[in-house]
């Protein structure tokens, strides 16, 4: 079902776990899927220089945090941003089955949130 | 990387036996059964001898099995055949009872015949998932025509009281089915104690072919085809018969062997007392002898069961999960809500089942892998490692 890019994002995720006093938290819960999602950030002059992801999910949910970590450090908030699904599942190699994509649009849905928390600061 | 199989509860490893004796069914009697010639007597033959021994495994007479192509047909002939042609004959019964824990299939037919008019009580079951016994009786109204249980059941393992319902089912002159797919070969199963009018097996859990199962009709049941056509199985289930998948179920009933049950009980409670040592961690449906001898099944907290089933199928071993993130439909396990869960026990959920194939070293391997998957899981979650 999942391809091998997937499955080793899943098996071994680099950006896993937390920031001790992040510039920004953001947490998002996805009710349908049962997934929850939580991202911490450490921003220098508007540019993200660390971050970490805590998931509660499935083989995708967890990949789709770790890819969106990947494609996001050293990146503006402004870029960061920008960030699509297509990208997140482009960096996952491509493939997402049909009934995951759900999963995957997760992580952005907590990086904007963790950069809103922070704009309001 | 040694490849372990404990999934059995989804499907079991076809027998070589089974697979021998089907082969000359494709390549040498190939016939129609319903062809007067050599071979279509011989196919014949082949299906009246399984029949026998379908029949004679339940204590019952051959002419009282019908062969379907599994358990979902013989499911739906059960519920659909009995509600119409009880209908029929009297426009009163319009009443069927079944459990908030049945299979799909079963749920699906009667929520489907809802729609055709007919009233359905879905049943409550305790925390290990067993129906109240009082609740039954006091649902059966002279308007119920059917009352369908599942025997055991295929997520968690509880094993119904079949000869108390069947006793209250017979005190009030209602059919009683039961959906056997799990039990069959694995559980006591005695068709004349429990009152059965209705039995539904299939072949492809007790390691035999996909595609081929059974429906006992106790004779004298009043039930109508619900396929058409040139008359096959007695008038209940028209199509021509898949002989080499009749034959291989028959095989692999006669190769049951009941010392296995004794065995697949030893392991199953030495990875449940294994798995239950993983803190945080509990076992869905009851315990001993009123489970099914091949399942376990449990809920981890703050994690999610498909990246649990997902890591072991990493490392070699299938199993199967109930989180709502594995299904088609987004929706947590019916079964696992019906016995009360929160809806993150649901999602945590691991269903592991075994099979006369199961090793020892199979279940120290799987305590061993798990309890390493889940760790590492829980330290990724956000709900607290
Ligand atoms: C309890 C139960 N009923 C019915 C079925 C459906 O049987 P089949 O796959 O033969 O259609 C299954 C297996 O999937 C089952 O476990
Ligand atoms: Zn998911």
Redesign the interface.
């Known amino acids: 079902m ?1 391809s091998k890019k997937i ?1 080793d994002m ?2 071994n ?1 680099k950006f ?2 937390e920031i001790k006093n992040p510039d920004a938290i953001g ?1 998002v819960g996805n009710v ?7 991202i911490y950030l450490k921003i220098d002059s508007g540019i993200i220089k660390d971050i970490k ?10 990949a789709a945090s770790e890819a969106m970590c990947k494609l996001v450090k050293e990146k503006t908030l402004e870029e960061a941003s920008k960030i699509t699904s297509k990208d997140i599942v482009k960096e996952l190699g491509g493939e997402m089955p049909l ?2 994509v ?2 995957s649009v997760l992580g952005m849905e907590a990086l904007q949130k963790a950069i809103e928390n922070y704009n309001k600061k | 990387m040694g490849k372990i199989y404990l999934d059995n509860g989804a499907s079991t490893k076809t027998d070589n036996k089974v697979v021998q004796a089907m082969i000359p069914y494709f390549k040498e009697m190939y016939g129609n059964a319903s062809s007067i010639h050599k071979l279509g007597k011989d196919a014949k033959l082949a299906i009246e001898k399984s029949r026998k021994t379908i029949a004679k495994s339940l204590n019952v007479i051959p002419e009282e099995i019908v062969f379907t192509s599994g358990g979902t047909e013989s499911n739906n002939l059960a519920l659909k055949g009995t509600a119409f042609a009880a209908a029929s004959m009297n426009k009163e019964k319009n009443h069927i009872i079944t459990t908030k824990i049945e299979h799909d299939c079963v749920l699906e037919s009667a929520k489907w015949l809802e729609t055709q008019g007919f009233k359905v009580t879905y049943l409550d079951v305790d925390k290990e998932g067993f129906v109240l016994l009082e609740k039954l009786k006091s649902a059966i109204t002279p308007k119920t025509l059917l009352v369908s249980i599942i025997h055991g059941n295929n997520e968690i393992g509880t094993i119904q009281d079949l000869e108390s319902i069947g006793k209250a089912c017979k005190k009030n002159n209602v059919l009683f089915h039961t959906d056997a797919c799990q039990s069959f070969t694995k559980a006591n199963l005695d068709v004349k104690k429990f009152n059965l009018d209705l039995v539904t097996l299939n072949a492809h859990k007790i390691h035999g072919p996909k595609g081929v199962g059974a429906l006992y009709v106790k004779k004298g049941t009043i039930i109508m085809p619900w396929q058409h056509g040139g008359g096959h199985e007695f008038g209940l289930r028209s199509g021509t018969e898949n002989v080499p998948g009749i034959v291989g179920f028959a095989k692999a009933v006669k190769i049951v062997d009941s010392n296995n049950i004794k065995e697949m009980e030893r392991l199953r409670d030495k990875l449940i007392e294994g798995v239950l040592k993983i803190p945080e961690s509990r076992l869905n449906g009851p315990i001993g002898k009123k489970r099914l001898c091949n399942n376990a099944n449990f809920s981890f907290k ?3 069961g ?2 649990i089933t ?2 072991l199928d ?1 490392m070699g071993i299938a199993s199967s999960t109930a ?4 299904s ?1 439909s ?1 929706e ?1 396990s019916h079964v696992l809500m019906a016995i009360g869960l929160s ?2 026990e649901a ?1 945590g959920s691991l269903r592991i089942t075994l099979s006369r194939y199961t090793k020892e070293e199979d279940i120290d391997k799987l305590i061993k892998k798990l309890s390493k998957v889940v760790n590492k899981l829980r ?5 607290g490692g």
């Open positions: 999942y499955i899943f098996k995720p896993a776990g947490e349908k899927c049962g997934d929850i999602m939580k992801f805590k998931t509660y999910g499935c083989m995708a949910a967890i009934v995951k759900h999963c | 703050k994690i999610e498909e990246s997902g890591y990493i989180s709502a993130c594995s088609m987004l947590p809806r993150e999602h330290r990724i979650s956000p709900l």
